[in-house]
């Protein structure tokens, strides 16, 4: 525990923009939530200076829920006599992308659980499906945890296997990473990658010169320490590539999972890991508000603790869906909401450039 003094020095340090450690990391879930928020918003200041706040229209398309790693987190996978397995055509995920195009979005998310029988070939093939019949769309795709899969299954490294999604398409692959803490891992994703794999994927994707981002499912069983040693990951992995873009930070949904026992992160829990996220991370300029779990209003309060961009409009999904979890939004929502918050929305692309201002 930092003493009086030492919070006051920490204060002063965090107000001159200077890196903070893990122990001051720890610390900062003691302060009082205003006067961490503040801080985070001043954080936020010097990093992006302005009033804006992002979202982008795209389309998350689940292509299987068919998945080796059978997380005891996740409510979407497949199992039997309880969940259904699915899996989408080539034909099924156009269809899809040619929805999102009707309503002028811009990127596509294909996700989907690490099945048995999905090889290199498949991914690709979903790739250049999408990219041929619709050349401008952006495809933010695949995981981390997909990348492994593969590299397993092929033997191939990741770099090598990254280059083939490239050339077929890819622009660039998300950074789900859950918790970058292997005791958490080893007992909710045992089947899933590692800390150290999650980092050799960020690795390989920085060879290739595509961007990505970094996800924090936290609510499962860690500790305060586990929550900064996540964010540490993160923090020195973007030191090392730069390649991270934004960090978006999700609590977990223990209904119609596998740990329904676990009591749910609260609202107060959620403000202070976009807080702190925004302070521990002075190397990462974008800090999503997570509305797909935590709701739109607690997301616009985010907005005021060092977020500043909203994500997708998300026209599809179905994974967060699958707990029980339903809020949906559009983009006039959106722009309201954003508005509301005092701030100015702005639709972005993938690479968080700005399409449209909504000043009035």
Known sequence: MISIDGKERLREKIL????????EGESLFAWDILELGMAADLRR?????????????????????????????CAFHARGGVIDPYELSLDDILEKVEGLMAIGGTQVMLQGGLHPDYGLDR?????RAVRERFPEMYLHSFSPAEIVHLSEKTGMPYEAIIGVLKDAGLNSIPGASDLLVDRVRQDVSPCKMTVSQWCGVMRALKSHGMGSTATMTYGMGETLSEKIAHLDVVRSIQDETGI?????????????????????????????IVAIGRIYLDNVPYIQAGWLTEG?????????MGANDMGGVLMEEVVVKATGITTRTNMDEM???IKNAGKIPVRRDSEYRAVKIYRD
């Not at 001159?16 to 122990?23: C, W």
């Open 123 to 127: 991914y690709t093939a979903m790739v």
């Open 335 to 337: 722009i309201d909401l």
């Open 16 to 23: 001159q923009g200077g890196r903070i450690t893990p122990e």
């Open 45 to 73: 200041e010097m990093l992006v200076p302005g009033s804006e706040a992002g979202f982008i229209i795209d389309r998350i398309i689940n292509y299987t829920n068919v998945c080796e790693a059978k997380c005891r987190f």
């Open 296 to 304: 739109m209003k607690l997301a616009q309060v985010a907005l005021a």
């Open 244 to 272: 991270i873009r934004a960090f978006i930070p999700w609590s977990f949904s223990p209904g119609r999972t596998m740990m329904p026992d676990v009591v749910p992160a609260t609202g107060m829990d959620y403000l202070k």
